[in-house]
């Protein structure tokens, strides 16, 4: 099993191009998240999803969008990048009524 | 608002020195505390929830308790594979939303 997996590991973008970043699972886990960690900032919630074509807002979703179309994979879009936006990504997983929550290897963006 | 606190942001421990972690926050209707260790590079790793004031989990070297204001990370005897980043997060609802703390991050010298 490989857990959660995040695509790509790096990027760099330039100002005001669009990428999606992918997380998938392969533990059938319900919940999923996006989170973004900065340097003195700490994990923040961005979107997170409870099911499969659900989607809901987080603590900082201005400038993202998400969808899960699948149970396994979570899709998270920038359309366009801005610096501010430059980060390390990670997703994570969460069983229904569980209390581990699961996080990918992260990705790291860097836009200029 | 939600807010949790981590101190210190440093910690400088030499093996076999004990020593506690501290995470206070303000969550109203709190539903879970939370802690995950971190390594550079890697994405965080679920160690410990509680629940009530009063409640205590450990596992090997590390201990978490919590009371109605703060919860703490107690660590006996460290060795250096204990350092890392420690990461408080709290949650107030039943999806599990966590608001994470800034992390404590932990330098345990041979």
């Known amino acids: 099993n490989a857990g959660v997996t995040q695509t790509p590991k790096f990027r760099v973008l330039k100002t005001g191009q669009s990428m999606t970043l992918l997380c998938a699972q392969d533990?059938?886990?319900?919940?999923m998240y996006w989170y973004r960690q900065d340097p003195g900032m700490g994990l923040r919630l961005i979107h997170y999803?409870?099911?499969?074509?659900?989607?809901a807002k987080g603590e900082v979703p201005d400038g993202y969008n998400v969808s899960r179309l699948k149970k396994q994979n979570f899709l998270l879009g920038l359309e366009s990048a801005a610096p501010s936006q430059t980060s390390v990504y990670f997703c994570a997983t969460l069983m229904g009524g569980g209390n581990e929550q699961f996080f990918g290897p992260g990705t790291r963006l860097t836009v200029l | 608002e939600d807010q949790v606190t981590q101190s210190p942001e440093a910690l400088r421990l030499q093996e076999g020195e004990s020593s506690s972690l501290n995470c206070s926050y303000t969550?109203?209707?709190?539903?879970?505390l939370f802690w995950y260790r971190q390594d550079p590079g890697k994405g965080p790793e679920f160690l410990f929830t509680?629940?009530?004031a009063g409640e205590e989990k450990e596992k090997e070297r590390l201990k978490a308790t919590l009371t109605k204001k703060e919860s703490f990370l107690h660590i006996t005897a460290p060795k250096p594979e204990d350092s890392a980043t420690y990461l408080c997060a709290a949650s107030d609802t039943g999806f599990q939303k966590l608001v994470f703390g800034t992390g404590t991050r932990l330098l345990v010298s041979p």
């Open positions: 533990m059938n886990h319900e919940y």
């Open positions: 509680l629940y009530s």
């Open positions: 969550v109203s209707g709190l539903r879970g």
């Open positions: 999803s409870v099911g499969e074509g659900t989607t």
